[in-house]
């Protein structure tokens, strides 16, 4: 292992299984710090299941994962959060029927009592349009606040590194535009961000290296520019794979 990876989070040869039958078969990836790293690849490659198997949530059949050197696999999903690797699951999930501030409370237990107010305040400086929310049930808010409100969850456990399930699935192009600026700013304060997404023009615009699956595998690496210049690159892979 070089000395990036050891800083980094490093995926290795992860295979997952689900309903028995092998759907993730042995992915490499690194995310390192302080940059955005993308994850594309049409729907059933096998995104998700790297996302639920990294948290913890599912088992990982075969490999591993380390978080900077310390490995996490097959650690319960709340000790994974506190070696530093949040994930946001697709489909903004925030507790509906809890206000806004609870939704952010509750996902704050896991700091020492004294970080907790400047967490969550980081929150609201990456967030703005959340902070006249406070009291309203997190419900009631529009889909783009939700996912605001789910990344903004993630982060008050004040991770090294953050996994984002399709950010804009179901949002409009406008609403995706808001969310660009919190994630520059995520990544400038250090954090490693996994971004897994459907556009891939949006994440090609913000990450420094694309990865890409299809059926359970890798199968494209490089660096995005390269990928934005050459976009028939990963039709092609996804058509051999
Ligand atoms: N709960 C589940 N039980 C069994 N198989 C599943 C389950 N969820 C997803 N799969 C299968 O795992 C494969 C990968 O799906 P998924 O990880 O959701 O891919 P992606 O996120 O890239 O669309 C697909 O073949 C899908 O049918
Ligand atoms: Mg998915």
Redesign the pocket.
């Known amino acids: 292992m070089t000395d990036t990876a050891v800083d980094s989070l490093v995926i290795s040869e992860v295979a997952i299984e ?2 028995g ?1 092998e ?1 993730v078969h042995g992915v490499d990836l690194v995310v390192p710090p302080g940059e955005i790293t993308a994850l594309l ?1 049409p ?8 996302v639920l198997a990294l948290s913890g949530v599912i088992p990982v059949a075969r490999g591993s994962v380390a978080v900077e050197g310390t490995v996490v696999t097959g650690r319960k999903p709340s000790a994974v959060r506190g070696a530093g690797l949040a994930t946001v699951p697709e489909g903004h999930r925030v507790l509906k029927d809890m206000t806004v501030d609870d939704n952010l409370r509750v996902s704050s237990f896991l700091l020492p009592s004294r970080e907790r107010a400047a967490a969550i305040e980081r929150v609201h400086d990456l967030f703005a349009e959340l902070g006249p929310l406070g009291g309203r049930l997190a419900g009631s808010l529009s889909g783009g606040q939700q996912q605001m409100l789910a990344l903004g969850q993630a982060l008050v456990a004040r991770p090294r590194y953050l996994v984002i399930d399709e950010m804009s699935l179901g949002l409009a192009p406008i609403i995706v535009r808001r969310l660009v600026p919190a994630l520059r700013s995520i990544a400038a304060d250090g954090v490693g961000v996994l971004l897994i997404e459907q556009f891939t023009q949006l994440a090609l615009d913000l990450a420094t290296t694309a990865y890409a ?1 299809a059926q ?1 595998r890798i199968v494209v690496e490089a660096p995005a520019a390269e990928l934005k210049a050459a976009p028939e690159r990963l039709e092609q892979a996804y058509r051999l794979a």
Not at 43 to 50: E, H, P, R, T, V
Request: hydrophobic share 25%.
């Open positions: 689900r309903g039958r759907v690849g729907n059933g490659a096998g995104k998700s299941s790297l699956m359970g």
